[in-house]
């Protein structure tokens, strides 16, 4: 009896064994999860802080807020504005007849962008480069656009303004200075490296931005380019694209022809805007160049 007694305590104790030595293992498996995950949060937390996880900085571009175009051009003739009829200068309805025409920016075009960090630390803009640049003899020889007369721009602060001269073997980011008053002709003063200084960033929850202007000067060909910038994070030196008005990565800006064919001039904002016959065009404007370095 005694045996068969030992027997069947046996058998009923190995189901308890077992269920002890599987909670035991859970429990011992329990504990290496939350250990693994309580590592894993302290390695992306050490990856954010160095910067690892992605890009360090995001680029958003636009038209600049106070910059008024006043060379614009289509490269063919113009001979019917009816759809511009009910548009006023600047409206979506103008904008997109101006780019259903391949309308670009003549001698010089301006993009405001606007560049903040995406990770945790410091982020130092140091640079800007030119990238892919090609240049040709101007095809926009069609139509002048001449927008309406507008008023003084008002007092808004300025961005950091950086100029390139696209005649130049090797354009570089000039400190744009913006228009000398009292001259002649048009003309804007650039003096030395925009990026002579570092410009610091700090990202996290309240990060800083900052906005340039870029203005892009062209003699009487057209150009197409992109533009990268250089920052320096904990991972070291990096180059990214910057992102242009439409989502694109290239920019353009047409050349200055011997004439226009036609012209379309806009009397006032709200309009009307009138073909009008052949026009000669605006001369580029004069750079007045300080020293670079």
Same mark, same amino acid.
């Given at each position: 009896?005694?045996?068969?007694? =030992? =027997? %069947?305590?046996?058998?009923? *104790?190995?189901?308890?064994?077992?269920?002890?030595? +599987?909670?035991?293992?859970?429990?011992?498996?329990?504990?290496?999860?939350?250990?693994?995950? $309580?590592?894993?949060?302290?390695?992306? #937390?050490? +990856?954010?802080?160095?910067?690892?996880?992605?890009?360090? &900085?995001?680029?958003?571009?636009?038209?600049?807020?106070?910059?008024?175009?006043?060379?614009?051009?289509?490269?063919?003739?113009?001979?019917?504005?009816?759809?511009?009829?009910?548009?006023?200068?600047?409206?979506?309805?103008?904008?997109?007849?101006?780019?259903?025409?391949?309308?670009?920016?003549? =001698?010089?075009? %301006?993009?405001?962008?606007?560049?903040?960090?995406?990770?945790?630390?410091?982020?130092? &803009?140091?640079?800007?480069?030119?990238?892919?640049?090609?240049?040709?003899?101007?095809?926009?020889?069609?139509?002048?656009?001449?927008?309406?007369?507008?008023?003084?721009?008002?007092? #808004?602060?300025?961005?950091?303004?950086?100029?390139?001269?696209?005649? $130049?073997?090797?354009? +570089?980011?000039?400190?744009?200075?913006?228009?000398?008053?009292?001259?002649?002709?048009?003309?804007?003063?650039?003096? @030395?490296?925009?990026?002579?200084?570092? &410009?610091?960033?700090?990202? *996290?929850?309240?990060?800083?931005?900052?906005?340039?202007?870029?203005?892009?000067?062209?003699?009487?060909?057209?150009? $197409?380019?992109?533009?990268?910038?250089?920052?320096?994070?904990?991972?070291?030196?990096?180059?990214?694209?910057?992102?242009?008005?439409?989502?694109?990565? +290239?920019?353009?800006?047409?050349?200055?022809?011997?004439?226009? #064919?036609?012209?379309?001039?806009?009397?006032?904002? $709200?309009?009307?805007?009138?073909? #009008?016959?052949?026009?000669?065009?605006?001369?580029?404007?004069?750079?007045?160049? @300080?020293?670079?370095?």
């Amino acid at each position: 009896m005694g045996v068969v007694i =030992s =027997s %069947v305590a046996a058998i009923w *104790g190995f189901p308890l064994l077992a269920r002890s030595t +599987r909670a035991a293992e859970q429990n011992t498996e329990t504990a290496r999860t939350a250990e693994e995950r $309580e590592q894993e949060k302290r390695e992306k #937390e050490k +990856r954010e802080e160095a910067g690892f996880g992605g890009p360090a &900085i995001m680029s958003v571009a636009g038209d600049p807020n106070l910059f008024f175009g006043h060379r614009f051009a289509l490269p063919h003739r113009t001979t019917d504005v009816a759809e511009l009829a009910d548009a006023t200068f600047g409206s979506k309805e103008y904008g997109d007849w101006f780019k259903k025409n391949d309308g670009l920016e003549v =001698s010089v075009a %301006v993009v405001r962008v606007t560049v903040f960090p995406i990770h945790t630390g410091t982020v130092v &803009i140091q640079n800007m480069r030119l990238t892919g640049l090609k240049c040709e003899p101007t095809r926009y020889t069609g139509t002048a656009v001449i927008p309406p007369a507008f008023g003084d721009s008002g007092g #808004e602060q300025l961005p950091t303004m950086v100029a390139f001269d696209l005649t $130049e073997p090797l354009p +570089r980011p000039w400190k744009n200075e913006g228009f000398v008053k009292g001259t002649e002709e048009e003309t804007w003063s650039l003096t @030395g490296n925009a990026f002579a200084k570092g &410009i610091y960033l700090e990202g *996290g929850k309240d990060f800083d931005a900052r906005a340039f202007d870029l203005s892009f000067f062209t003699g009487t060909k057209d150009c $197409e380019f992109g533009v990268d910038v250089n920052v320096t994070t904990s991972r070291g030196d990096e180059w990214y694209p910057i992102v242009f008005p439409g989502g694109g990565r +290239r920019h353009k800006v047409a050349g200055v022809p011997e004439r226009y #064919e036609t012209s379309v001039v806009s009397k006032a904002v $709200e309009g009307p805007h009138v073909v #009008e016959g052949p026009r000669p065009p605006r001369t580029p404007p004069v750079l007045r160049k @300080g020293s670079f370095n």
